[in-house]
Every structure is written in C-alpha cells, then in structure tokens.
C-alpha cells in the first residue's frame, strides 16, 4: 500500500473541514472565556468553604475533626495537609479550563498551518490536471488555503490574551486565598474545641 498516496487522498479534501475545527474550537473559547469572566466577577473568597473543604478532608483520611490534638482531636500535621488540600481545591476551581485555552492559544496557529498546507497541496494537484488554467488556478487556490492559517491566529489570539488575563486573577486570587486560609485554620481549631466542650457537657 502506497502510504503517499492515501495521505495525498486525505488532502485533496482541502482545508474546508480544518476551518470547522477551528470555528467550533473558537466556539468552545469564548464559553469559557464568558464563563470565567462571570467566575471571576461573582466569585468571593469564603472562609466557610475552607471549613468545609477541612473538615470533608480530614473526615475523609479518618483524622478525628473535634477536639484538640493532646485529646484525640485533629493533630497540626494533620491541619496542615487539610489546609494544603482545600488551597489546591480552590486553586483548581480558580485554574478551571485555562489549560484548554493555553493549549488552543499555542496550538491554534499550526491547526490554521496545516489547513493551509492541505490547502496548497489541493491547489498544486488541481494544477497538474489543469491544461488551461495556468498560474490563475493555483493562486486562487492558495489564497483560499491562507484563510486557514488567518481563522487559526483570529483562534489563537484572544484565547492567549484571556489565558494571560485569568492567570493573573489567579495569582490574585492565590494572595487572598493564604489570608483566608490563616482564618480556616483558627475557625477549625475553635470549632474543634467547642464540639469536645459540648461533649463534655452532655456527659456531666
């Protein structure tokens, strides 16, 4: 089996299917780009949401969640690595979906590249079938084939700007994050303690 001669088939298709990839990539980025810009504009910093990310984390390693560590309570290793836990938690919910616009903005412009290749090569074979047709008939089919590379930059370029927008919110978003964790931290503690004096009460 001629290998040259099946990809050849494969490009005489054109860059037609190319340019569809591109527009329904460019479809799924601005849904996100919308729905982190609407992430980032409603979204607060809860300090209760650590808690709760806390408490799930240390109830789901089987770490005691009341009480203080000299009582049977949650050790401070123990708090640590639950702290650790909820600040990547929120860190993914910040971070949501950049990768698939850092990866269209870097990968966009050679999806519109390799459209223009098929492109040209369509153009060229047209050619040498043609007998009239002359120069005429490959440039046309060249400049078609340029609209890829042009709709893949048209792609690239606000999913980078975006990409780089929300990179900084996070890095924003990371500062807050530290200063509401110190608080969790505390919440935790004293929550913890309150629920081992409570207990005590109901045995008395």
């Known amino acids: 089996m001629d290998v040259s001669h099946q990809f050849l088939a494969v490009a005489l298709h054109g860059a037609g299917w190319v340019l569809w990839l591109l527009v329904a990539l460019s479809v799924v980025s601005v849904a996100i780009i919308l729905?982190?810009?609407w992430y980032f504009r409603n979204h607060r910093l809860d300090k209760r949401t650590m808690v709760a990310d806390m408490r799930a984390l240390l109830k789901s390693h089987g770490s005691p969640v009341a009480g203080p560590a000299d009582l049977g309570g949650p050790a401070n290793a123990d708090i640590a690595a639950a702290l650790d836990g909820a600040k990547a938690r929120e860190r993914l919910r910040?971070?949501?979906?950049?990768?698939?616009?850092?990866?269209?903005?870097?990968n966009a412009p050679f999806i519109g590249l390799f459209g223009t290749v098929l492109g040209i090569i369509k153009a060229f074979h047209d050619l040498a079938g043609s007998q009239a047709g002359g120069p005429s008939v490959v440039m046309a089919g060249i400049s078609e084939a340029l609209v890829a590379t042009a709709v893949g930059l048209m792609v690239a370029i606000p999913a980078v700007v975006a990409f780089n927008y929300f990179s900084r919110r996070v890095r924003v978003g990371m500062t807050q994050i530290e200063w509401v964790a110190h608080q969790a931290v505390t919440e935790v503690k004293a929550s913890a303690r309150a629920e081992l004096g409570y207990g005590e009460q109901q045995v008395a």
């Open 94 to 106: 910040l971070e949501r979906n950049l990768a698939f616009l850092a990866t269209l903005g870097s």
């Open 35 to 37: 729905e982190r810009f």
